[in-house]
Structure formats: C-alpha cells, structure tokens
C-alpha cells in the first residue's frame, strides 16, 4: 500500500520533531512545526474533498428520487402499472436505499483522525503555550510595549504582521493570573475588553472579563477602580454571585479607609501629638541614580538607552585592520576589527564568518539541540533556568573539518589556546528569548565550576553572531553600560579574567530578549590551562 505524498512529508517532519521539547526555547526549532501545520491542512482538505464528494453522490441521488417521485406520485396506479417501475421500486427499497445508508454512514474522517492523533504526541505542550505567554509579557516589560501595540502586531522591524483577538488577549491575561500576576491580568483582561467595544466579535463576554479586571486591580490595592468594575459587571449581570459579594466587602474595605484617613486627619491636627507631626514632616530620601537596580539597568540598555561614553573616551575607540602581531594567515589578508568598549576591552572582528559555514554550523546543531542549561552553584550540576531561554547544542572538530577551521582561526586571532577550550557552543534563542546578567568565569565562590574540566577558569569569551536581529537581542554589559548588537558573521571577543587570574567582575554580561526576529549566536569558552606563555600571569590583581 502506497502513501499518500503528504504522509510522507508528515513522517519526515515527525522524525525530526520527536526528539524534541521545549518549543518555545528555539525559534529555529519551531520552524519544523509550521511544515507538520502545513501537512495537518493538506490532510484536513483532503477529508473534506471525501466528504464533499460524498454528498455530492448523496445530493444527485437526491435529486433523481426527486423528480421520479414527483411523476410517480401523479398517478401511482399508472406508473406501477408499468412492470419496469415496478421492478425498480422494489430494487429501490430492496437494495439502492441500503447501498445509499451505507454511503451516508461510510467514515471518511479515519485518514485524518489518525494523522492527527500521531502529530498530537509531538505537539507543542501547555508548557509550551504558557512559556510563549510569559516571553510576550517580558517582552511588554523589557521593551515597554503598551498591550494594544502588542495586540496589534506594531513591532518594529516586523515583517508578517499578526492581529491578536480578544480570546488571544484573554489568554495572556488568565496565565498572567494563575502566576499571580495581577499586573499583567489586568493590562490584557482591559485589553480584551477594548476590542470587544470597539467591536470585534467574540465568543467571550464582558462578564467574563470584567470579573477577572475587578479582581485583579483590587489584588493591587485599588479598590475604589475595581469597586466601579464590579458595578459595571452588575449592571450586566445583576444575579452575578461572587461581584455581589464582592460589591459588599469592597465598599466595607472602602468606609475603613475612610474612617482610617479621618483618625489620621485628627491625629496630626492635635499640637500635643508630636510624634505624628514629626513622621509627616520627615522628608523623603532621594534615591541616586548610582544606585539603579541591575535589572532596570539591563532594561534600559536593551532600549538602547542607559549609561553614554563620554567622548573622550569614545575618540580612543578606533577601527583597523589586523592580523594579530603578523600572523602568517593574515598579513596578507588582515581583518576588520573594532573596539566596541574600552573597559572592559570589547573588540568585534567584522566578516569573520561567511553565510556558508553559518549555514553548515546551523545545519549541524539544529538536530541535537536542546534546553540551554545553567551551573547551579548548589549542586554544582547543569540545570535549565527560567532565565536563560533558548537552546544549545555543542560541535567539535572531529564532526566536521569545517568546526576544525573556525577554532584554529579563533586561536590565531587571539593567540590563545584552543585545546583546552571547551567546544563551540551554538545557540538558538526562542520566543523572547534571553539570557539575563552572568558571569561566564567561576567566581570565589565557586571554587568547583569547572573541576571537572581540570582546564581551569574561563579566561575569555569568543561569540561569533549568526543572525541579523530586527529588534532586541544586544549583548549587554550592565555595570559599565555597554551595549552590543547583533550583526549576522561578527564576532565579539573579551577577556573574563585579568593576566592575575583574578575575575574582572565588569564582564557581567546579559542576552537581551529578542523582540522581533530570529537569533542565532556561537562561542567559544577559553580556559586558562595552555595560556602560560601566551598571556603571561600580571603582577597586581588588576593588570
């Protein structure tokens, strides 16, 4: 038995998907299950052609029993008196009108029911779903995006503009409440709530959503707004249990506070309450902007805002070409190199690799990648992280002379030792995806990091850019303000370590989410062990 060309692709594609989890991790990876979509809707059509061609035989059946009945019915005697019709009325009722049940009965989904039972295994799971609602959420934070320019798909640099419904905006919203996000519940139930105004049809109604917005806004304390909410809600739905009950204890909480501001009203108008009047005269501490947590930090610089290099420290910035103390493979043909920072000293090296070994590098780890892992400290084991999402896959030099080729030029450019780097790591980050602030080097505190290795610590980082990015996706560099872009076959080079061997702590380095497009990045971790001669250990702590 021959398979249906559309079976065939459909097993391909679940080869490639069985093996994996995690889909939102990895744009890449998500790409195999547009294909096995398509494959769905070819075999959707193909059940509905069967069914269209079977109602097609049901409906000219129809039609001839119609008109032979409406000749029959003007004079039964003389049509029967015809032995022919006789005969045919009996064959009719006798064995046609069985073969017509049959057809009417006769299942025409199996085809389809069974291909979608197969792909279900590999779909993509609540995990998945909830993931890529989190990542839109970040994304509305990091970027400070409105909800209803996410809604409306207004991103920069989109391409495929897409429309979210009300039941999309309603989703978001309710995976933001069973996270206990009250925020976020209430910007998308309000978002979902404007569209339904302004007109789109839904299956939701605003009872629904104004319950979930009333709840969510008194969980952050307005309860005056979300006391006007539940009104709302009950003038639609008078009988409506939980608003009623709610409508009662929202205005008792409401007289409290009132009562409350009155006591405190009296308080501070009484002379002899010293110590009240002291409280509210007590001026409020300014806080400096030195001390901006890291997190608002690596915010703003993924806006592309933040810390600005004076200019005299940008005029020492400088773009040459190199060819690393005349290294035979490059006085002829030297290199593109920039200084993107100073300190700490970050250099990009422009063209260092050509779309074909991207190509060659994506096809080889686009099979085996998986979940990106942290070292936990605790354990010191790898483990996956809320906070580093995307996915990874390692490739060595005995898997492809090409990988071989790409290390050796890392050591030539930087002169350092690639025998006991670890192996080139290639990453594909996923909906939002983003690695937040780390250090790539073991700290103090981390004396076990890399014993297994016995290379030592990590003593620089080498990350090749794979991808152009339409927005988001910088490389940045919190605590001095640095901010690096993605640009599809740079590489980006810096040290972890000063010559001491001690971490420079400045290096702490963060992925910003990606907000439109696909990236793709490698590196490579160079360690200490071989770099004796090639860097040799400084005097002071710092040098």
């Known amino acids: 038995m021959e398979l249906p060309c559309w079976c065939l692709l459909l097993l391909s594609c679940l080869q490639s998907l069985s093996a994996h989890d995690d889909f939102f991790t990895s744009i890449g990876q998500m790409t195999d299950l ?3 979509e398509k494959d769905l809707v070819t075999s959707l059509k193909d059940y509905i052609k069967a069914e269209e061609n079977k109602l097609e035989r049901v409906k000219q059946w129809a039609d001839k029993l119609e008109s032979l009945s409406a000749t029959a019915i003007q004079d039964p005697e003389g049509f029967l008196g015809h032995p022919v019709n006789a005969f045919k009325l009996m064959k009719r009722l006798n064995t046609e009108w069985g073969d017509l049940e049959s057809l009417v009965l006769s299942d025409t989904t199996d085809g389809f029911i069974s291909n979608l039972t197969i792909q279900r295994q590999y779909f993509p799971t609540n995990e998945d779903q909830t993931g890529a609602a989190k990542a839109l959420l970040r994304l ?12 409306t798909g207004d991103l920069p640099g989109v391409k495929y503009k897409s429309l979210m419904t009300v039941e999309d905006c309603y989703e978001l919203g309710k995976i933001a409440y069973s996270d206990v996000d009250y925020y976020h519940t209430e910007l998308w139930m309000a978002q979902a709530l404007r569209q339904l105004a302004e007109g789109e049809e839904s299956t939701l109604d605003k009872v629904t959503l104004l319950d979930y917005l009333s709840y969510s806004i008194y969980q952050q304390g307005e309860i005056k707004r979300a006391l006007e909410y539940t009104k709302q809600l009950l003038e639609l739905d008078p009988e409506h249990q939980r608003a009623n009950g709610n409508l009662k204890y929202f205005e008792f909480q409401l007289e409290k506070q009132k009562k409350a501001a009155e006591d405190l009203t009296k308080k501070q108008k009484d002379p002899g309450n010293k110590e009240t009047a002291e409280k509210t005269e007590k001026p409020k501490k300014k806080v400096s902007n ?10 703003m610089l993924c806006r592309g805002e933040g810390n600005r290099m004076t200019p005299r420290r940008q005029s020492r910035l400088f773009c040459r070409y190199y060819d690393n103390n005349h290294n035979p493979k490059y006085v002829l043909a030297p290199v ?3 200084d993107e920072w ?7 090296y422009l063209d260092i690799l050509s779309d074909g070994e991207i190509e060659r590098i994506k096809q080889l780890a686009k099979p085996r990648l998986r979940r990106a892992t942290v070292h936990d400290p605790q354990t010191g084991k790898l483990t996956t992280a809320q906070y580093r999402v995307s996915k990874s896959a390692w490739l060595t030099g005995y898997e492809d002379p090409m990988i071989d080729t790409i290390n050796q030029r890392i050591e030539d450019l930087t002169g350092l030792e690639m025998d006991t780097a670890e192996e080139l790591q290639v990453a594909n980050y996923g909906v939002g995806g983003q690695y937040e602030p780390h250090f790539d080097f073991g700290r103090k505190d981390e004396p076990d990091a890399f014993k297994e290795l016995g290379t030592g610590n990590r003593i620089a980082t080498w990350l090749f850019y794979m ?3 339409a927005a988001g996706g910088a490389t940045v560099f ?10 599809k076959g740079t590489a980006v080079f810096w040290y972890n370590l000063f010559p001491s061997g001690e971490g420079d702590y400045s290096t702490r380095h963060a992925a910003c989410p990606v907000l439109v497009g696909n990236k793709w990045v490698s590196n490579k971790w160079i360690h200490e062990r071989g770099q004796e001669w090639r860097r040799p250990c400084g005097i002071n702590e710092t040098d």
């Open 290 to 299: 030195k001390l901006i947590p890291e997190r608002k930090k690596y915010e």
């Open 342 to 348: 100073d300190r700490p000293y970050i250099v990009r």
């Open 34 to 36: 547009l294909y096995t």
């Open 140 to 151: 509305q934070d990091t970027y400070r995006l409105d909800a209803n320019t996410i809604s």
């Open 336 to 338: 593109k190199q920039q």
């Open 478 to 487: 919190p605590d001095v303000g640095a901010a690096v872009w993605p640009q």
């Open 467 to 469: 991808s152009d990015v």
